[in-house]
């Protein structure tokens, strides 16, 4: 068996978990482990009401199952992140993936991930403004005072990327993925995500 399947709603999410995942055990006190990364096709919405079915068929291959979705498309916003994530896995406990499944609701999505104040984020936009990304997204109001990200993370990325002259694409994300260090995110479901794994892949001793 492998180690984790994990479900993704796109392949934004698919991009920097290939980036990210195989840093956690040079930095994180994980042992190395196996996954294998599937896109949910029906997206965060799919992911939140279909999850248990798309991975069914993995039960007997996998030890765990990690579900990742965006908070914002789930058509679950009236609900809070806690709510939606235990729902899921309790589908997933009651269809063969029980005390053995791990749902993360990233809110209100990925791009929350991407706002680190670090001038590889800057690079892998094309960033070339005199006044640094972070200085730009504060004096336009999009990062308020006393915060660390935007309250629009994705639209705020996007206006950025086009001031940049930089298509928006899945290889972007990945290659801030890639290259900023994770630690520095100050975003709750990159630490969920982080904490899991140290909890599923202990070093051993």
């Known amino acids: 068996m492998k180690d984790i399947i994990i479900s993704v709603a796109d392949s934004y999410q698919e991009k920097v978990l290939e980036a990210l995942l195989p840093r956690v055990p040079l930095s994180s006190g994980t042992?190395?482990?196996?996954?294998?990364?599937?896109?949910n096709p029906g997206h965060d919405s799919g992911s939140y009401n279909d999850s248990h079915e798309l991975l069914r068929s993995s039960i007997n291959q996998y030890c765990f199952a990690l579900v990742l979705f965006d908070f914002e498309g789930t058509g679950a916003e009236h609900k809070t992140k806690v709510e939606i994530e235990n729902e899921v896995s309790n589908l997933l406990n009651i269809n063969g993936w029980e005390n053995r499944n791990a749902v993360i609701v990233i809110k209100p999505e990925l791009e929350n991930w991407m706002w680190?104040?670090?001038?590889?984020?800057?690079?892998?936009?094309?960033?070339?403004?005199k006044e640094s990304l972070y200085t730009w997204a504060?004096?336009?109001?999009?990062?308020?005072?006393?915060?660390?990200?935007?309250?629009r993370p994705k639209?705020?990325?996007?206006?950025?990327?086009?001031?940049?002259?930089?298509?928006?694409?899945?290889?972007?994300y990945k290659k801030i993925a890639a290259q900023v260090?994770?630690?520095?995110?100050?975003?709750?479901?990159?630490k969920q995500l982080i904490f899991q794994l140290q909890h599923w892949f202990p070093i051993e001793s």
């Open 116 to 129: 680190i104040d670090n001038t590889h984020v800057e690079d892998a936009i094309g960033w070339e403004s």
């Open 155 to 172: 639209e705020t990325l996007e206006k950025a990327l086009k001031l940049s002259g930089t298509p928006k694409s899945a290889s972007v």
């Open 31 to 39: 042992r190395r482990f196996t996954f294998d990364i599937i896109k």
């Open 181 to 190: 260090s994770y630690k520095k995110c100050t975003d709750p479901s990159l």
């Open 138 to 151: 504060r004096n336009l109001g999009y990062i308020k005072d006393n915060e660390l990200k935007p309250s």
